[in-house]
């Protein structure tokens, strides 16, 4: 600051009081000599004071706590024009301190210099005036100053001046104040841009720089893009852009440029005159790599408006930045990816770009040391791919699916989403898919899920959702440990990560062991609560949650209390009672463990032979290290397995429909003590009988077989057990105490002669009271054979 265009600064001296030329005069009789009400001696006192300030900051200091620059303040205003002048370029050369800074910002100067800055002032006023404004401009109260006192005006005026040192000195201040957003656009109203263009053609770099630093404020403004576009700004651009003996400017240029081209309507009128081939002319010739890349990075703005995208394409700019990807420079690759990035989004671009080669070449950027490059690269794979199969197995073809789940391990969360949605949009095809998951994608993803970022969380999601749909991911997930972080996120408020994460459980509840560990830990719960909220339920929690039941039948028919006909119970089901909504349901293990307690017991279906499970128990308890505590195991049902062999043996010889649900009723019957007149259920001791067995095993679980006294909904489970296992159709109701029911479909009569039989009819099968009997629903027998 300070810094003289037309000429080198002198050394500064390090003499404090060195003689003055003003004979014998020390510098404080020099000061007081301020004071003198003549002219001459006035003018004499000032030009001494400027030369000892000039000699370095030691001098300015020691003039200033000689009181100095009060009397100075005082005769810039002076009425003669030699003393003016003197008096400023004392004041001038002092302000480039900071203490005499400081000194002056608590002094009312700024309205005297700002009414010296008129056109008939001479020019060395000027020169000095603004000399002391440009440190003063750093400081918010003195810009307000300035402005406040319509200095801006006059400074741009200024900015004409035939005196390279005053254009300087103008410029500087102008930067400073256009740096808050009320200067910048009284800069555009005030008529400032056409000088500011002006003196881009300066013989002075420091000038030039100054003017683009100040035009890229400016421009930041719309109405000041379109002045800008005007009068020609692009080509005065474009001009500094193709002089190599302006490289140092073209980094400011492009800033400047960069503004422009994020305006859509100035890249129209650009392209209408055929301009914005300069630019992409510019792009492929020989620069220097931080050049290029900052013009790629215009480019890449360009390409952020949808509008600008079918423009870049008409020009082919897909060529050129494929031509870029081959570039040596990191920087100039990263840029072109992101532009790549950009361009993506226009549907045809992803098309030329692969056509073109372009997608092995942004592959390679992901096996970069730079993490920028690879951010980059996975960012305009992740757009390349998106809703493109083609692109998809080009990258594929490219070995791209094995370094992208290397990706996952990153550091960086966004270059770890952009490779978990790339993965995403390219595991919908089946063969690319499971060549994702043998490079151990699942595990890798693992660890994602425990993120908190938002973007991560959403890609992560999505990509886990569709490599879900193969058994083996899911079991690999639930061995990797991914199963706990994935129903954590079901906790989340986000609405994309939660509707993801409902999703990716609604596929992983297609096993039995994922769908248990699932509701270990607390999915059921979590989901009911999400279903019974208005702002979080969603049709992919409601899907997740029936996903979930149809997997886990006893969880099933403990909330809903009813199993569909197709709702087949095999081994390991339980009836563990009607449980309140949000309260976890315990698995068939942990209730196992648990002290006899005073509740209903927990009915259980195991028809499996133990003899065949023997050999495998034998080897696992032969295992060293193995914990001392047991191993568990359901308990054998020799009796249940008898009564399935009988109704296999039994009922499936019959033909009739109807006699096989009644003789499937009679011994479901039988097996549990028969029919019971309802006046005489009081007397049926069922409940004592169950109370002795969980005393006799000592446990809360009870085999189905052994109940040899049981009423509604033993009995009700029994049948729908065994028609399950000999392919009867039956569903299975709770209803309120103790009751439950039966339901089946039967077609009556003999098939017409098309081989149809009628339509079928449903019934209610009586297993307590009159057994075999099929009750027609919703007749007065069937409803009071529901109720008490």
Same mark, same amino acid.
């Given at each position: 600051?300070?810094?003289?265009? %037309?000429?080198?600064?002198? /050394?500064?001296?390090?003499?404090?009081?060195?003689?003055?030329?003003?004979?014998?005069?020390?510098?404080?009789?020099?000061?007081?000599?301020?004071?003198?009400?003549?002219?001459?001696?006035?003018? %004499?006192?000032?030009?001494?004071?400027?030369?000892?300030?000039?000699?370095?900051?030691? !001098?300015?200091?020691?003039?200033?706590?000689?009181?100095?620059?009060?009397?100075?303040?005082?005769?810039?205003? +002076?009425?003669?024009?030699?003393?003016?002048?003197?008096?400023?370029?004392?004041?001038?050369?002092?302000?480039?301190?900071?203490?005499?800074?400081?000194?002056?910002?608590?002094?009312?100067?700024?309205?005297?210099?700002?009414?010296?800055?008129?056109?008939?002032?001479?020019?060395?006023?000027?020169?000095?005036?603004?000399?002391?404004?440009?440190?003063?401009?750093?400081?918010?109260?003195?810009?307000?100053?300035?402005?406040?006192?319509?200095?801006?005006?006059?400074?741009?005026?200024?900015?004409?001046?035939?005196?390279?040192?005053?254009?300087?000195?103008?410029?500087?201040?102008?930067?400073?104040?256009?740096?808050?957003?009320?200067?910048?656009?009284?800069?555009?109203?005030?008529?400032?841009?056409?000088?500011? #263009?002006? *003196?881009?053609?300066?013989?002075?770099?420091?000038?030039?720089?100054?003017?683009?630093?100040?035009?890229? !404020?400016?421009?930041? &403004?719309?109405?000041?893009?379109?002045?800008?576009?005007?009068?020609?700004?692009?080509?005065?651009?474009?001009?500094?852009?193709?002089?190599?003996?302006?490289?140092?400017?073209?980094?400011?240029?492009?800033?400047?440029?960069?503004?422009?081209?994020?305006?859509?309507?100035?890249?129209?009128?650009?392209?209408?005159?055929? $301009?914005?081939?300069?630019?992409?002319?510019?792009?492929?010739?020989?620069?220097?790599?931080?050049?290029?890349?900052?013009?790629? %990075?215009?480019?890449?703005?360009?390409?952020?408006?949808?509008?600008?995208?079918?423009?870049?394409?008409?020009?082919?700019?897909?060529?050129?930045?494929?031509?870029? #990807?081959?570039?040596?420079?990191?920087?100039?690759?990263?840029?072109?990816?992101?532009?790549?990035?950009? =361009?993506?989004? +226009?549907?045809?671009?992803? +098309?030329?770009?692969?056509?073109?080669?372009?997608?092995?070449?942004? @592959?390679?950027?992901?096996?970069?040391?730079?993490?920028?490059?690879?951010?980059?690269?996975?960012?305009?794979?992740?757009?390349?791919?998106?809703?493109?199969?083609?692109?998809?197995?080009?990258?594929?073809?490219?070995?791209?699916?094995?370094?992208?789940?290397?990706?996952?391990?990153?550091?960086?969360?966004?270059?770890?989403?952009?490779?978990?949605?790339? *993965?995403?949009?390219?595991?919908?095809?089946?063969?690319?898919?499971?060549?994702?998951?043998?490079?151990?994608?699942?595990?890798?993803?693992?660890?994602?899920?425990?993120?908190?970022?938002?973007?991560? *969380?959403?890609?992560?999601?999505?990509?886990?959702? @569709?490599?879900?749909?193969?058994?083996?991911?899911?079991?690999?997930?639930?061995?990797?440990?991914?199963?706990?972080?994935?129903?954590?996120?079901?906790?989340?408020?986000? %609405?994309?990560?939660?509707?993801?994460?409902?999703?990716?459980?609604?596929?992983?509840?297609?096993?039995?062991?994922?769908?248990?560990?699932?509701?270990?830990?607390?999915?059921?719960?979590?989901?009911?609560?999400?279903?019974?909220?208005?702002?979080?339920?969603?049709?992919?929690?409601?899907?997740?949650?029936?996903?979930?039941?149809?997997?886990?039948?006893?969880?099933?028919?403990?909330?809903?209390?009813?199993?569909?006909?197709?709702?087949?119970?095999?081994?390991?089901?339980?009836?563990?009672?009607?449980?309140?909504?949000?309260?976890?349901?315990? /698995?068939?293990?942990?209730?196992?463990?648990?002290?006899? !307690?005073?509740?209903?017991?927990?009915?259980?279906?195991?028809? /499996?032979?133990?003899?065949?499970?023997?050999? &495998?128990?034998?080897?696992?308890?032969?295992?060293?290290?193995?914990?001392?505590?047991?191993?568990?195991?359901?308990?054998? &049902?020799?009796?249940?397995? @008898?009564?399935?062999?009988?109704?296999?043996?039994?009922?499936?010889?019959?033909?009739?429909?109807?006699?096989?649900?009644?003789?499937?009723?009679?011994?479901?019957?039988?097996? =549990?003590?028969?029919?019971?007149? $309802?006046?005489?259920?009081?007397?049926?001791?069922?409940?004592?009988?169950?109370?002795?067995?969980?005393?006799?095993?000592?446990?809360?679980?009870?085999?189905?077989?052994?109940?040899?006294?049981?009423?509604?909904?033993?009995?009700?489970?029994?049948?729908?057990?065994?028609?399950?296992?000999?392919?009867?159709?039956?569903?299975?109701? $709770?209803?309120?105490?103790?009751?439950?029911?039966?339901?089946?479909?039967?077609?009556?009569?003999?098939?017409?002669?098309?081989?149809?039989?009628?339509?079928?009819?449903?019934?209610?099968?009586?297993?307590? +009271?009159?057994?075999?009997? *099929?009750?027609?629903?919703?007749?007065?027998?069937?409803?009071?054979?529901?109720?008490?």
């Amino acid at each position: 600051m300070g810094k003289k265009v %037309k000429k080198e600064n002198e /050394t500064p001296s390090k003499e404090t009081f060195e003689a003055l030329p003003f004979e014998g005069k020390t510098p404080a009789t020099v000061v007081l000599l301020l004071s003198s009400p003549e002219e001459d001696i006035l003018i %004499k006192a000032c030009e001494a004071l400027h030369i000892f300030a000039e000699k370095g900051d030691e !001098n300015k200091v020691s003039l200033l706590e000689l009181g100095a620059l009060e009397p100075l303040c005082q005769l810039i205003t +002076h009425n003669n024009k030699l003393v003016r002048r003197n008096a400023f370029m004392a004041l001038g050369i002092m302000a480039i301190n900071g203490d005499v800074k400081k000194a002056l910002k608590k002094m009312n100067v700024i309205p005297s210099i700002i009414h010296k800055l008129s056109l008939e002032e001479d020019t060395v006023v000027h020169e000095y005036a603004t000399l002391c404004l440009a440190p003063l401009s750093l400081d918010f109260v003195c810009k307000v100053q300035i402005f406040d006192n319509k200095g801006l005006p006059s400074l741009i005026q200024l900015l004409s001046s035939p005196d390279p040192d005053v254009q300087k000195n103008s410029l500087e201040i102008i930067f400073n104040l256009v740096q808050d957003y009320q200067c910048r656009l009284a800069v555009h109203e005030l008529g400032g841009i056409p000088p500011l #263009l002006e *003196l881009l053609k300066s013989d002075f770099p420091v000038i030039q720089h100054l003017a683009l630093e100040t035009l890229q !404020n400016v421009t930041t &403004d719309k109405d000041s893009r379109s002045t800008f576009m005007e009068d020609q700004g692009f080509d005065k651009l474009m001009d500094i852009l193709n002089n190599t003996d302006c490289g140092d400017l073209h980094a400011e240029a492009l800033r400047v440029l960069a503004n422009c081209l994020s305006d859509s309507e100035c890249v129209q009128l650009i392209h209408k005159d055929g $301009r914005l081939t300069r630019l992409m002319d510019f792009l492929v010739n020989p620069n220097m790599p931080e050049i290029q890349s900052s013009a790629v %990075k215009c480019i890449a703005g360009v390409a952020q408006i949808s509008e600008n995208r079918i423009l870049l394409h008409e020009l082919n700019v897909e060529k050129v930045l494929v031509e870029l #990807l081959s570039e040596a420079d990191t920087g100039v690759k990263t840029s072109t990816c992101q532009a790549v990035a950009a =361009m993506s989004f +226009h549907l045809a671009s992803q +098309h030329r770009i692969r056509d073109q080669g372009g997608i092995p070449a942004v @592959v390679q950027g992901l096996s970069s040391e730079n993490l920028k490059l690879r951010e980059a690269a996975t960012q305009a794979l992740s757009n390349l791919t998106h809703s493109n199969h083609l692109n998809a197995f080009a990258v594929y073809e490219a070995g791209g699916h094995q370094i992208l789940v290397q990706q996952l391990y990153g550091s960086c969360s966004r270059t770890v989403a952009n490779a978990a949605a790339t *993965l995403g949009h390219m595991a919908g095809q089946e063969d690319i898919r499971c060549s994702i998951l043998s490079h151990g994608a699942i595990q890798a993803l693992v660890e994602p899920l425990k993120s908190t970022d938002t973007q991560l *969380l959403i890609h992560t999601t999505q990509c886990l959702a @569709v490599l879900a749909c193969d058994t083996e991911a899911r079991a690999e997930l639930q061995s990797a440990g991914g199963l706990q972080p994935l129903v954590n996120l079901l906790r989340s408020n986000h %609405k994309e990560i939660l509707q993801n994460a409902c999703l990716a459980i609604t596929l992983c509840a297609s096993d039995v062991p994922t769908t248990a560990e699932m509701c270990k830990f607390g999915a059921l719960e979590m989901l009911q609560e999400i279903n019974q909220s208005v702002n979080r339920s969603s049709s992919f929690s409601k899907m997740a949650m029936i996903s979930l039941i149809n997997c886990n039948l006893p969880v099933k028919y403990s909330l809903t209390g009813h199993l569909a006909s197709t709702d087949i119970i095999s081994d390991g089901f339980y009836d563990a009672g009607k449980v309140p909504a949000g309260q976890r349901i315990l /698995t068939l293990e942990e209730l196992s463990r648990q002290p006899v !307690n005073q509740h209903r017991p927990i009915i259980v279906v195991n028809t /499996t032979e133990e003899q065949n499970k023997d050999g &495998d128990r034998q080897k696992d308890e032969s295992q060293p290290g193995s914990p001392t505590q047991k191993p568990w195991k359901m308990m054998d &049902d020799v009796s249940l397995q @008898v009564l399935v062999i009988e109704a296999k043996k039994s009922i499936l010889r019959m033909n009739d429909e109807q006699e096989k649900y009644a003789a499937l009723a009679r011994l479901v019957s039988e097996a =549990m003590g028969g029919a019971v007149e $309802r006046e005489k259920l009081h007397k049926f001791s069922w409940v004592l009988h169950l109370s002795q067995l969980k005393f006799q095993l000592q446990s809360n679980v009870i085999p189905m077989g052994l109940i040899r006294r049981g009423i509604y909904r033993h009995r009700a489970l029994l049948f729908k057990c065994l028609a399950d296992c000999i392919g009867m159709s039956s569903t299975l109701v $709770r209803g309120e105490y103790d009751r439950a029911w039966n339901e089946v479909l039967v077609f009556s009569g003999n098939p017409s002669g098309n081989g149809r039989y009628s339509q079928p009819a449903r019934f209610i099968v009586d297993l307590m +009271h009159q057994p075999g009997s *099929l009750l027609a629903t919703n007749t007065p027998a069937a409803v009071k054979y529901q109720t008490i």
